[in-house]
């Protein structure tokens, strides 16, 4: 069973990475060929062969397209070889992505869960806040994150709570709709065993409502935690000084040094998996706990 | 009527009739609208005597609106009878929203006009409260302008703002959501039919699309140059994957016995492809574009963060912000706003023409 999955399931996954890996080297030489020459005509090196060529693609100061093992030397070195406090230090910066990321997805949570309460229960909220809340994402809130961030500095709302409200408001909307969907989930017959047994509103929520959602709360919390790390990371563009993988990114930018910049989205990149696996063993977790077959 | 509206219609009449008393510490000619509504609102506390139709709560919840609208410069300060009567005009619409909820409730699937006149009470309440906190309170416009100014500035600029819809939308989103789309729907057709390779990159796809795209920004600018071409190869790496997904995962739509069907008439596998396999797909195809829509034009305005020629809804947010010219911002917000929601529209009227079948479409939903 477990070589058959291993044949079904890892062998395809590690032969696509591979298949990534061989492409990215490649386009490297393609893609820093250019500057390499001139550099190459510039020290009067004529007639390199093809494999130090490649060798010298691969090793640029401000590649194109940086190889995977610079990428993974710079992140080691501006992760495990720095002091966590330097500010050169990918991990001080995670750490500010992060916190914001988490506080965002936490409030953004319990808004969208509190919404979506409060939409299954009274129709007119339903009929007037739907609408809007769906709405309220065509907004490119993104875009104006960084607006957002200096309008509240300046009346002294500063650090990480801009930033994890930025996160909030992309993180409420999955979990409102999965929400509204799942309180919704019982069917008419087993409300009406609920009757029958004369439950209040309140447990009719508690005993049904509420385990019948957990399914869909887990897949939108997994939505959701992925936006609020695109949202804190979007939000630090407009803030230099406060740090974070989007001043990462943005400082890379205007110095043109293209291995910190990928060495910042790989980081982000990894922070975002390992949420999003986190809250999936969350939910492993729950399902256990209420008897579901995982 | 039900305890909440009990509830509202009391707090509602209660509020007036201190609010009314309030009023009288000021002229009687300064602001009278206001305190006509708030003397009305005072005398719907007879409902519990004499039943009020639903209509008359939305004439007050009108009429509050107006009211505060046209008194809102009149007094200086601000009076604490103008902020009972916002609380006031506003519970009025929502006990008129409650009400019209109530009726509506039995005809769950014929309410026509009605139906929509809920969200539209909702957002007019929501933008003359705006109004008026701004104004009545003296927010700083540079902190938050009063929808009024970002209409004026919508109208005074219009052709600033033309510019950077084209630069942003036309140039950018538009090439680089049909690019993207359409790649991902052709490699994922390519995909189907290796199970080996399908086994391989689904769950890289979906990885990545949970994955911060946004942040390649900075590169594409990089390989792209400055101008609409980087911004369109950032919305084509963000829309790229979500399509793949969905559409990977709508090919397997169809069921087994339908397939086996297409086989007994000879089909092959193009003409099962074209006729079963792609149309099953449809409503996840139309998912990854609905999804997409959105998701095309947050990247392109993102990416113009990174260097930009000086057009562009990114270029013009972030410089009105360092200008300080705020109502430029929020004008182009809005114009944002309503392009997303139209292409998000758009799509969506477009799948209820095409996945006409499916049941999510048939109730009258999309």
């Avoid at chain 2, 300060?77 to 409730?105: D, G, M, N, Q, Y």
């Avoid at chain 2, 309503?338 to 009227?349: N, T």
Wanted: proline share 5%; with cysteine.
């Amino acid at each position: 069973m477990r070589g058959a999955s291993f044949m079904n399931r890892t062998l395809p996954i590690l032969t696509v990475l591979l298949a990534i890996l061989v492409i990215w080297y490649a386009a490297a030489i393609g893609m820093n060929a250019s500057w390499q020459t001139r550099l190459n005509d510039r020290a009067n090196l004529v007639d390199v062969p093809f494999t130090e060529f490649a060798m010298q693609t691969w090793a640029q100061d401000r590649p194109v397209l940086p190889a995977p093992h610079q990428v993974v030397g710079e992140i080691w070195n501006a992760t495990v070889a720095l002091e966590i406090t330097s500010k050169r230090s990918l991990a001080y910066h995670g750490w500010i992505t992060l916190s914001s990321t988490l506080l965002g997805f936490v409030l953004g949570t319990a808004l969208g869960v509190g919404l979506a309460v409060i939409i299954v229960h009274n129709e007119a909220a339903n009929r007037s806040l739907m609408p809007w809340i769906i709405a309220s994402q065509t907004i490119p809130i993104l875009a104006i994150a960084p607006m957002v961030v200096v309008g509240l500095g300046s009346i002294g709302v500063t650090g990480t709570v801009p930033r994890a409200l930025i996160s909030m408001y992309l993180s409420f909307f999955p979990v409102v709709v999965g929400m509204v969907k799942g309180l919704r989930s019982p069917e008419a017959i087993q409300l009406d065993l609920m009757r029958t047994y004369d439950a209040t509103s309140w447990q009719t929520f508690w005993k049904l409502r509420w385990p019948a959602a957990m399914p869909m709360l887990f897949a939108s919390m997994k939505v959701g935690i992925a936006i609020s790390l695109i949202g804190a990371v979007v939000s630090e563009l407009s803030n230099a000084a406060g740090g974070g993988l989007g001043v990462r990114l943005l400082t890379g930018s205007y110095n043109g040094q293209t291995i910190q910049i990928w060495a910042a989205l790989f980081i982000a990149a990894a922070l975002a998996a390992v949420l999003v696996m986190i809250v999936g063993f969350a939910e492993r977790m729950v399902n256990a706990r209420m008897g579901a077959r995982a | 009527m039900s305890q909440l509206q009990y509830f509202l219609a009391l707090v509602a009449g209660g509020l007036s009739a201190a609010a009314f008393a309030l009023s009288f510490a000021t002229p009687l000619e300064q602001g009278l609208l206001l305190k006509a509504f708030l003397g009305l609102g005072f005398l719907s506390l007879i409902r519990f005597y004499v039943p009020l139709g639903l209509w008359a709560d939305g004439a007050f919840a009108l009429l509050g609106a107006v009211a505060l609208l046209t008194s809102v410069g009149v007094f200086d300060p601000t009076p604490s009878f103008f902020w009972i009567a916002l609380v006031v005009a506003w519970l009025f619409a929502w006990l008129f929203v409650e009400r019209l909820s109530k009726t509506l409730a039995p005809r769950l699937s014929d309410n026509g006009g009605l139906g929509l006149l809920i969200p539209v009470v909702f957002g007019a309440a929501l933008l003359v409260i705006w109004e008026v906190v701004t104004r009545g309170a003296n927010i700083p416009p540079v902190l938050l302008p009063a929808p009024s100014m970002i209409a004026a500035q919508l109208v005074n600029s219009t052709p600033i703002l033309w510019a950077d819809f084209v630069q942003t939308f036309i140039k950018s989103v538009l090439p680089g959501y049909a690019i993207g789309c359409l790649s991902g729907l052709i490699v994922a057709i390519l995909v189907d039919r290796s199970p080996f390779l399908k086994a391989g990159l689904l769950p890289i796809g979906n990885f990545m699309s949970a994955l911060p795209i946004i942040g390649i920004a900075p590169i594409m600018v990089m390989w792209f140059g400055f101008d609409w071409q980087s911004k369109a190869a950032v919305v084509v790496a963000m829309t790229f994957f979500p399509m793949l997904v969905n559409t990977v995962a709508g090919l397997n739509a169809s069921s087994i016995i339908e397939r086996d069907l297409m086989r007994t008439y000879a089909a092959g596998y193009w003409q099962t492809l074209m006729k079963l396999r792609l149309p099953a797909a449809g409503p996840f195809i139309f998912n990854a574009l609905k999804i997409n829509s959105t998701l095309a034009l947050i990247g392109a305005i993102v990416a113009e963060f990174f260097g930009t020629p000086v057009v562009g809804m990114g270029f013009r947010i972030s410089t009105g912000v360092g200008r300080l010219a705020i109502d430029l911002v929020w004008a182009e917000i809005a114009v944002a706003a309503v392009a997303g929601s139209a292409f998000y529209g758009v799509i969506a009227l477009i799948e209820r023409g095409v996945t006409f079948w499916h049941p999510s479409v048939r109730g009258g939903r999309a």
